[in-house]
């Protein structure tokens, strides 16, 4: 009887579908489509396309735009079978295929067929990203038969006939289910020839809160860019098994958020500890945090073990090219090695790329392969981070990095923006004596610091009550240092870049998540080694949301829990300890 339904409803959302297409392979052909040929019906204002029969769904809708309808490249040149890729040095768009090459230009009217140059049908441009080609000018570049009735059109082109759409499925463990009560979804879908690339879910709850039907639908697209649907009704009764409060601090999963009281967090128990700092030096380059033109952001000579913390945006209206370069001013040779690398961006958000930065550090701190030394010679340089020079910061996008790096001996570090484009011929060691160094803005962080690595020293098992640990208030300081650039002393403000490490007895059936208080905060922590986000797909926007990171099973239990504060958040925070509910018999 389940199988029955599935397929019923299965019918029914394909069937409603293809009927809510205004037209038809007989509408533009008056017949059938024949199966040797690919054939791909389209409407002018639409996304939805019929492929070989198939309901599929484009990147982008059919653009009337300059006298011509416009089709999106990437969906089309996947449907054809071409590569795409794209040439950041050339700036255009390339597909291949069979020896053919072909290279489009946002802006222009011409494209290039093997290096020779010939006219589109209209200038290519950029619709939400995705490149629209004319039609007419896709059909002479692939050959391909090109029909038009009214706002309908066909391509149809020999050869190979693609695969269909993928097969979208899934299933519950139940159909009709108490308020509150856990919901497992499988999803089932498939696809025979291709591969599922993307999955949507509307509708799918972990559960439900008020009795009466509600319908769940999934969203699979394949490589090609073809999609299909399927939709499940489940019916949820009058009587309750969980409240929402507490079914989501028994079940919201690590790296997800909830809602909380944000005055009740106030309420809960302050752990009292000490704090046993440990000698790690620190290095933020975050002032000017925008730039607004190429310079020598902060340098500073160093030997030993440090954390370099590199965060910034890019206002100068030109594409920046970030560095960290480290110079041997010794008479003899010095070695450095990576221990620990993360970087995030280019983003549009400071609390995105902080967050993601710091939870690839955090694993890379964790779990992270050995590095080679590498040994600089007397008055070598050379780039430290490839992995950030070689990242183009255009303009309005922020990058971030948490590095930490053993030294033999003595090195100077630099961090440098450089517009690439007003040295031309020159590399980064040649242009670098002709850099400026760049003012402070006024209000973020650079300077150096030391003992930043801080242990919290807890002498009580927690969780047998609501209880909270304070990150950030007036019982932790903020690491005093220098600005090595001007000689003048610094606070690093927010404690960016400290590492926060905290080993405590925890009670059965807790609950350990993350609270802001001081503003919104997008970060990471390693709990027991595991790197969990707060949170990974949002923020944690105020104090009345809760980040989830861990729950203790049936026994006390001993949870390690180490923080690196993200740049772009805020603190304080609190670490909070509650008791979960009862489970349900």
Not at 16 to 36: H, K, N, R
Not at 464 to 479: V, W
Not at 495 to 501: D, K, L, P, S, W
């Amino acid at each position: 009887m389940k199988m029955q339904i599935k397929k019923q409803l299965t019918k029914i959302t394909l069937g409603s579908m293809l009927l809510s297409i205004p037209f038809s392979a007989a509408s533009v052909y008056g017949q059938d489509v024949v199966a040797e040929r690919n054939t791909v019906l389209l409407k002018s204002g639409s996304a939805s396309i019929q492929f070989n029969g198939q309901l599929a769904t484009a990147v982008r809708p059919v653009t009337y735009k300059q006298g011509s309808n416009f089709i999106p490249l990437r969906t089309f040149a996947k449907l054809y079978d071409y590569t795409i890729s794209y040439d950041a040095a050339t700036r255009q768009t390339v597909i291949s295929k069979a020896g053919k090459e072909i290279r489009f230009t946002v802006g222009t009217d011409r494209y290039t067929w093997n290096g020779e140059e010939r006219f589109a049908a209209g200038k290519l441009f950029e619709l939400k990203g995705n490149i629209m080609v004319p039609i007419r000018t896709w059909s002479e570049i692939t050959g391909s038969r090109f029909e038009a009735n009214g706002d309908s059109y066909s391509l149809s082109w020999e050869g190979e006939v693609k695969d269909v759409p993928p097969v979208a499925k899934f299933s519950t463990n139940k159909t009709v289910y108490k308020m509150g009560e856990p919901i497992e979804y499988s999803d089932e879908s498939y696809d025979e020839h291709g591969k599922i690339v993307k999955t949507e879910w509307e509708g799918m709850n972990r559960a439900f809160f008020r009795p009466g039907v509600v319908e769940v639908t999934l969203k699979v697209t394949n490589s090609y860019g073809l999609s299909n649907s399927f939709t499940q009704e489940i019916r949820i009764t009058e009587e309750s098994m969980y409240t929402e409060e507490e079914f989501n601090r028994l079940f919201t999963s690590p790296g997800d958020k909830i809602s909380i009281a944000g005055p009740s967090v106030l309420h809960m128990a302050k752990v009292p500890y000490t704090i046993e700092s440990k000698p790690m030096q620190l290095i933020r380059s975050n002032s000017p945090e925008y730039f607004l033109e190429e310079g020598i952001a902060y340098q500073d000579s160093i030997s030993g073990k440090f954390r370099i913390n590199i965060h910034n945006g890019n206002r100068s209206g030109k594409t920046l090219t970030i560095y960290l370069i480290a110079t041997n001013r010794q008479s003899y040779p010095v070695t450095y090695n990576i221990e620990a690398f993360g970087k995030a961006g280019p983003a549009d958000y400071v609390s995105t790329s902080g967050k993601n930065a710091v939870a690839r550090f955090l694993e890379d701190t964790a779990h992270g392969k050995p590095r080679a030394k590498v040994v600089l010679q007397p008055g070598e340089s050379v780039i430290v981070l490839p992995d950030v020079s070689d990242t183009p910061l255009k303009p309005n996008l922020i990058m971030t990095s948490y590095t930490e790096i053993q030294t033999s001996d003595e090195l100077q570090f630099t961090v440098a923006a450089v517009d690439a484009e007003a040295h031309p011929g020159q590399n980064i060691f040649e242009i670098l004596p002709e850099l400026k160094q760049l003012d402070r803005d006024g209000r973020h962080v650079r300077g150096t610091f030391q003992d930043a690595d801080r242990s919290l020293i807890i002498n009580e098992a927690l969780g047998y009550k609501e209880q909270r640990i304070s990150i950030g208030d007036l019982d932790d300081s903020f690491l005093q240092g220098e600005d090595k650039v001007l000689g003048i002393p610094e606070t690093n403000k927010g404690n960016t870049g400290v590492r926060y490490n905290v080993r405590v007895k925890v009670a059965p059936h807790t609950l350990i998540g993350l609270n802001a208080r001081g503003g919104h905060y997008a970060g990471a922590l390693l709990v027991n080694d595991r790197v969990v986000q707060a949170v990974e797909k949002s923020i944690l926007k105020n104090p009345d949301e809760l980040g989830i990171l861990y729950r203790t099973g049936d026994k006390e239990e001993t949870v390690e829990l180490t923080l690196v504060v993200a740049s772009g958040s805020n603190l304080p925070i609190n670490l909070v300890f509650i008791p979960m509910p009862k489970t349900a018999q």
